[in-house]
């Protein structure tokens, strides 16, 4: 009767587990899938910026149901960083970085996400743009300008990672519009003095400054500037002969504004106004003639058969014109334009002066380095001096009856004008080419051609007072009625100095 009785417990009991078994409603998990990344995704992020949200993952079996703890791997493309490359999925199967810092440069990102075994991925890809205004830089950065100068600025705008933001809109303001006004893009002279432009970028805080400064000169003029002078009037006019172009232009002498042009011979080096304000003489270093220019119509009047006029000069009465030129000196009487006398020197003659009274001249020639006094009446040479180095331009001071020699190796002689004795050398003047005194003679102004420099000189002592920096290749002057000097500079301008 035992027996019966365990044998059909245990029978129960099998049927039991058997039931129990056969009635689970989980099934069994199989290994992963799919892997597939979670919508919605972010589609556009910003250069080295972490893209918000970060992609996730999710892991599943073949079932369609997640799979925790599984390992996912990421990879992303070059120049991004993703961070940590591998993580575990929760129990929602879900895997995600926790972060994903895209690339310093504009154009398309990528990050995959991989599972080993067996072997699945996805990939989720961006569009970087480049970041907001962060840096404006402008060109040119420091900015000299004449007093008729323009110049053009042009603005680059970069995000933070340098990348450049193609037409990001940039205005400009000037701190002082007496010295610079803003024209668009355009810096635009008005008077001399300092004025910093600042660039903003619109709807931004990004700004940067550029320096203008405006010195004093004016420019525009065709060719290489040399030779120049001024006829009084309101405003009055310098003319200025300018090299290359073979013409001597009018410029207002209030706005600076180059007017018209009258053609001469070749390689007009200098020019010389008479004291009626009425003719204009230019020389000719390369061609046949000196013109005579008619000032009030600004047009050529005649032309003196000369050939080879280096400069030009008229005898205080106005009635000769005296014309130094390769080989020597001539003298033209001007009521009936003809060759009054003509005197063998040499070699070109660079500079000459002439006494109050008209009586005397005085040459020099740069290649032979020596200085002439030169009876008018007869036109002869009366006395001579080797200087040494390259003799230019002379001055002659009634007061103390010396002239003063320029001298582009370095120096200024100081010679009596009475028969050449030597005074005084003053030296320390590099490059000294034109020379003009003051209206009370007691400053002598000097221009340094090879030095691009102007220097201010006590006349009776040679000390340098002041020492300009003009730039270029300064050549001859003039006085303005202001007591300026105006140099014409082979550079294409005319630096005015106090």
Known sequence: MRQTLNRNFVSVALVVVVAACGSSSSPRL?????????????????????????????????????????????VTSVGSVVTPTSVSTDANGVASPSAWILSSR?????????????????????????????????????????????????????????????????????????VATISGS???????????ITGSVTGT????????????????????????????????????????????????????????????????????????????????????????????????????????????LLSPDGSQLYVG?????????????????????????????????GSTLWASERFSAKVFRINTATMTVTDSLNVGGMPEDIVYHAASGNIYVANESGWVDVLSGSNLSSVTRFSGLPGAFALRLTADGSKLYISASSAGQVYVVDRATGSISRTLIVGGIPRRMVFLPDGRAAIANEAGYVSLVQ
């Open 30 to 74: 199989t290994g992963p899938a799919t892997l597939t990344a979670r919508q919605p995704l972010a589609t556009l992020g910003t250069v080295g910026a972490s893209l918000t949200p970060v992609p996730t993952f999710v892991v599943k079996d073949s079932g369609g149901r997640p799979l925790p703890n599984v390992s996912v791997s990421f």
């Open 106 to 178: 504009p154009g398309f990102a990528s990050l995959t996400a991989l599972v080993s075994s067996p072997p699945l991925s996805t990939t989720v890809n961006v569009s970087v743009g480049a970041g907001p205004p962060s840096v404006l830089s402008i060109q040119p950065s420091l900015i000299s300008l004449g007093l008729t100068d323009t110049t053009t600025l042009t603005s680059f705008v970069t995000d933070a990672q340098q990348n450049p933001l193609a037409g990001a809109p940039v205005t400009y303001t000037s701190s002082n519009t007496a």
């Open 186 to 196: 355009r810096v635009i002279a008005h008077g001399e003095g300092n004025a910093v």
């Open 205 to 312: 805080a990004v700004t940067a400054t550029v320096p203008v400064s405006v010195v004093p000169r004016f420019g525009h003029l065709s060719g290489r500037p040399f030779g120049i002078a001024y006829v009084a009037g309101t405003p009055g006019s310098i003319l200025v002969s300018s090299l290359d172009v073979n013409s001597v232009s009018f410029v207002n002498a209030g706005s600076f504004a180059v007017g018209s042009s009258v053609g001469v011979s070749q390689t007009p080096s200098d020019v010389f106004v008479n004291a009626q304000g009425t003719v204009a003489f230019v020389s000719a270093v390369d061609g046949p003639n000196v013109a005579e220019v008619n000032i009030a119509s600004a047009s050529l009047l005649q032309n003196l058969a000369d050939g080879g006029s280096a400069r030009v």
């Open 325 to 357: 030129k390769n080989g020597g000196l001539d003298a033209f009487m001007l009521s009936t334009a003809t060759r009054t006398a003509s005197l063998p020197l040499g070699t070109q003659v660079n500079g000459v002066a002439v006494s109050a009274d």
